[in-house]
T-cell receptor
Framework: DVKVTQSSRYLVKRTGEKVFLECVQDMDHENMFWYRQDPGLGLRLIYFSYDVKMKEKGDIPEGYSVSREKKERFSLILESASTNQTSMYLCASSSPRNSNQPQHFGDGTRLSIL | AQKITQTQPGMFVQEKEAVTLDCTYD???????LFWYKQPSSGEMIFLIYQGSYDQQNATEGRYSLNFQKARKSANLVISASQLGDSAMYFC????????????FGSGTRLQVQP
């Protein structure tokens, strides 16, 4: 079974802090994704990565950056946290070989910025 | 750009009855895939079912089936014999076979199964 592990289930940080959300997958997937989930908006793509050191902006990249130094790890960075970044963050991974393969998600991180 | 629309913010169903969750999509690409995910209150996203745009038959997985009407661009999820454990958020999502390989999600439907 694919396992996607996010480092924290709940996180509370202060405005202006630099925040790191970590994600690790154990299935050697090339693709990794960071989504943000807000009520009434579904999941929106922040950044994704096709390979080590490769990254591409999603639909809402402002205020975020990412790092992928190893294939299994994809980090989301909030450079200077703001209250409007309080949200649920979900990491996912997938294999690019077949489009019918589902993305596998971590359990999510509920981030509160005070 | 592709778009997914789920018009039912919330639904109620009696235990053991069937329920249909609506999903319409919009894309000009001919090759795509449609997914349904379940998200219980604990937060994890659980993959339920997949339908490819060229699949001739509607997908089925146990109590889940996907009513795929390509001309209408709809991909409704049908849950038969609802159980209390089916209470959750349900998301419809689409992926294009070309271009970026990320999912586009709808806003979700919260299903509550009543005893």
């Amino acid at each position: 079974d694919v396992k996607v592990t996010q480092s924290s289930r709940y996180l509370v940080k202060r405005t202006g802090e630099k925040v790191f959300l970590e994600c690790v997958q154990d299935m050697d997937h090339e693709n990794m994704f960071w989504y943000r989930q807000d009520p009434g908006l579904g999941l929106r793509l922040i950044y994704f990565s096709y390979d080590v050191k490769m990254k591409e902006k999603g639909d809402i990249p402002e205020g975020y950056s990412v790092s992928r130094e190893k294939k299994e790890r994809f980090s989301l960075i909030l450079e200077s946290a703001s209250t409007n970044q309080t949200s649920m963050y979900l990491c996912a991974s997938s294999s690019p070989r077949n489009s019918n393969q589902p993305q596998h998600f971590g359990d999510g991180t509920r981030l509160s910025i005070l | 750009a592709q778009k997914i629309t789920q018009t039912q913010p919330g639904m109620f169903v009696q235990e053991k009855e069937a329920v249909t969750l609506d999903c319409t999509y919009d894309t000009s690409d001919p090759s795509y895939g449609l997914f349904w995910y379940k998200q219980p209150s604990s937060g994890e996203m659980i993959f339920l079912i997949y339908q490819g745009s060229y699949d001739q038959q509607n997908a089925t997985e146990g109590r889940y089936s996907l009513n795929f009407q390509k001309a209408r661009k709809s991909a409704n999820l049908v849950i038969s014999a609802s159980q209390l454990g089916d209470s959750a958020m349900y998301f419809c999502a689409m992926i294009l076979d070309t271009g970026r390989r990320a999912l586009t999600f709808g806003s979700g439907t919260r299903l509550q199964v009543q005893p």
